[in-house]
């Protein structure tokens, strides 16, 4: 059975900093890209951040200085390390892992941040 289990959102105020979780079981995960996405209420969901299997990160500009997103493979891990937060960033954040060769897509549950002004 595949999980993908987020951790590590809350309640923060504008200008600190987060770090989210997410951790995989069931799966390669070395062999996948990990996406970090974010949806707000009444938007769509919208790719915050990848990371591929060979390493290589893109950002959505918005993010571009603030977040990082490494991955530990050991761990299955795949971290998502965010700094100066700004009421903007407001989302449930989601997990993402795919495939490339297979298309194999798996999603895990979110988890709530909240950034204060």
């Known amino acids: 059975q595949v999980q993908l289990v987020e951790s590590g959102g809350g309640l923060v105020q504008a200008g600190g900093s987060l770090r989210l979780s997410c951790v995989a079981s069931g799966i390669a995960f070395s062999i996948y890209d990990v996406g970090w996405y974010r949806q707000a209420p009444g938007k769509q969901r919208d790719l915050v951040a990848v990371?591929?299997?060979?390493?290589?990160?893109n950002y959505v500009d918005s993010v571009k200085g603030r977040f990082t997103i490494p991955r530990d493979n050991a761990k299955k891990t795949v971290s998502l390390q965010m700094n100066s937060l700004e009421s903007e960033d407001t989302a449930t954040y989601y997990c993402?892992?795919?495939?490339?060769?297979?298309?194999?897509?798996?999603w895990g549950q979110g988890t709530q941040v909240t950034v204060s002004s």
């Open positions: 993402n892992a795919r495939n490339e060769r297979t298309r194999h897509s798996y």
């Open positions: 990371i591929s299997s060979g390493g290589a990160t």
